[in-house]
């Protein structure tokens, strides 16, 4: 089983769940706000941390837990449907999952997805 997170603009989330919906297997997300800044050193290709020029960008974190059959398609999903090819559109991180268990059912593994 996968994690898959995805930090996106705003404006690429309802592309994004519309094209995760038309996937076989979507499982399901929950969608947080979060603030941050990339990597990159922003306009004035200098950035010194202090309470004035602490520059933080809303963006939208995207929680996907899939079986490993249905990762790589929502990853795909995910990218397609995120990229406007400029700087900020988004990471996508895939991690490993040791186990699951629904708490309603007790359903475990992929049973739980």
Do not use: W, Y
């Amino acid at each position: 089983m996968k994690e898959i997170k995805a930090i996106l603009q705003p404006h690429a989330v309802s592309r994004v769940v519309r094209a995760l919906h038309e996937l076989p297997h979507f499982p399901g997300f929950t969608i947080s706000d979060v603030l941050g800044q990339g990597r990159g050193r922003g306009q004035s290709g200098a950035f010194v941390i202090n309470e004035e020029s602490l520059f933080l960008q809303p963006r939208k974190m995207l929680t996907i837990f899939a079986s490993e059959e249905a990762a790589a398609g929502i990853v795909e999903a995910i990218r397609s449907h995120a990229r406007t090819g400029n700087p900020g559109d988004g990471i996508i991180v895939v991690t490993e999952i040791i186990e699951t268990i629904r708490i309603r059912s007790g359903e475990a593994q992929n049973d739980a997805l």
